[in-house]
């Protein structure tokens, strides 16, 4: 007997040790609560997924807007997420568009805005049509739907709608299944673009009739207003937005009732577990350490590399984050104006590009983090020129194409100078850089001192992200450092090399190209044969490693941290984890 209630003590102690280590394991931590508190490292001013000029607008509206499809964290997939099924492909075999493809679309039938209208077939035209307004900077964008011509409702069901592409296109599926939606009667209430059909938007000669047409422009200047980008903000997904302070915090609040929780059973597109996701903006690296060890934020980006690596080795953070470092789908590149007189020479781009010794770099202020790239395309990819060999640190080989290039120091002042257009014009040269980010001011340090030693004088230029894009855009730049991401699929180089894109406002921010490249660009995006096409993708990139229109640096490792009381989806898709996929635990 007495040894029965031994047993019986010591089973009850047992029982009670574990509850009160698991009790402890939750008490310790600071918040208990499904709201997850997230770290930005910028702040946000509106918040309009088409007008979305930096990765963390778009992070945040992913969670309010929606999708036909959208890529599975886990897969790198497409996954429906407003369809019923994947869109069924039709090869076209006559008639106007004979050697195109249809896309046949079918909404959910749960799928509801807001006020409870239906998302339908035309709130996908409207969205559509949004990009070829020409009085909106979404031209870069619409180059992607160049090759559809026709996007048609069904008038009996209007949850059903089809897309008409006159010419297979590598991303012809990708582009028409993952379109932002927005609700038409919400972002055009006037109806300032009912009244044209997308074949009136899109079709040069048409839209041509339509240039001046002072409803285009009403919708343009409506839509870029400061309503559409904080005072509505309306979309299908489960999150609305609840509370915004400036530089302080945008709170989103889980929608009651929302459509799609009865269907996240079924279509992982539409899972949401938290109820609400706070955003905080924490530009200061040591602001946001201190944030950190005093757990004020569950969910943490880009944290500079050392430190990351010095908190990993915090026994409290250890035991109370989880540190991730999943490879991005993204690159770092000095982007440098090919049209600028002094950079328009090829062999100035070749011997800018042998002033860094990018392997040290990567080692020595990003700790690793990286693997060197030679081109626009990640190392993983299977058509990477893995034959080109990555630009070496080369001072001597610098001074050669300079000196061939024509620049010289004629005034004896230690600066190279050359005769250009009747004026003596010095080599100086602005390099932008983002402040604030530490391997941004390294890198441009190191640049400027190496530069120096040839003869280049470089000032450095702190300029804000949203400021340095702009004048990107416009071309009013030298040099400048950024980031450049990409998708689980096939690469289309148009954006960023193709001279359509190289005007005021465009996305070519290098205004490279020329008659040959253009060319093999367009053959690269309508060669659905992959091994032909991936022999393309290769020759382009030799092209781009001579012509040298930027100067490559190398593909990052995403520094992560998550909560403890979260369980994660890690994925290579930004922002490195999946936020409405994160599951407290219990």
Known sequence: MTKLRVALSLALLALLLVFSCKTDQHTHWKHNDNTVRVRLSAGIQALNPYLARSAWVRVVTELIFQYPMDFDPETLEMAPQLLKAPPIVTDIADGEFAGGQSFAFEILDEAVWDDGQPVTGHDYEFSVKILFNPKLPLQAYANYFEFVKDIKVDAANPKKFT???????????????????????????????????????????KAATFADDERLQKFAEAFLSPKYGREIVSGSGPYKVSEWVDDQRIVLTKKEKWWGDKLAGKYTMLTARPDTIIFLPIPDQ????????????????????????????????????????????????????????????????????????????????????????????????????????????????????????????????????????????????????????????????????????????????????????????????????????????????????????????????????????????????????????????????EIIYDEHAMIFQFAPLDRVVVHKRFEAIVTRRSPGVSLPHLKQRK
Do not use: C
């Open 286 to 541: 040591t602001a946001a350490i201190t944030t950190l060890k005093s757990e004020d934020f569950d969910v943490g980006f880009e944290l500079e590399t050392t430190q990351f690596l010095e908190l990993r080795q915090d026994s409290f953070l250890q035991n109370t984050y989880n540190f991730y470092t999943p490879p991005r789908f993204a690159f770092f590149y000095t982007a440098m104006q090919n049209r600028n007189p002094k950079l328009a020479d090829k062999k100035v781009r070749q011997a800018l590009a042998r002033l860094i010794d990018m392997d040290a770099i990567i080692q020595d202020h990003y700790n690793g983090m990286g693997e060197r790239i030679i081109g626009p395309f990640l190392p993983d990819k299977p058509y990477y020129h893995k034959g080109l060999k990555p630009i070496p640190l080369d001072l001597d080989k610098a001074r050669q194409l300079l000196a061939e290039a024509g620049w010289q120091d004629s005034n004896g002042n230690g600066i190279l100078d050359k005769t250009i257009d009747g004026q003596l014009t010095e080599m100086k040269l602005e390099y932008l850089y983002t402040p604030g980010i530490v391997f941004q001011e390294t890198f441009t340090e190191i640049f400027k001192n190496n530069a120096k030693k040839v003869g280049i004088e470089v000032e450095r230029v702190p300029v804000e992200s949203n400021v340095m894009g702009q004048r990107m855009r416009n071309g009013e730049y030298e040099l400048a450092g950024r980031g450049a991401s990409a998708l689980p699929i096939p690469d289309d180089p148009k954006q960023l090399f193709h001279t359509d894109s190289a005007q005021p406002g465009g996305s070519n921010y290098s205004r490279f190209g020329n008659a040959e490249t253009d060319a093999l660009i367009e053959e690269i995006r309508q060669t659905t044969d992959e091994a032909k096409r991936n022999d393309l993708y290769r020759k382009f990139q």
């Open 163 to 205: 897309v008409v592409a006159d010419r297979k296109y590598i991303l012809n599926y990708g582009v028409v299944s993952n379109v932002t939606m927005l609700p038409q009667h919400l972002y055009d209430p006037e109806g300032w673009l009912k009244d044209f059909t997308f074949q009136d938007l899109s079709d040069p000669a």
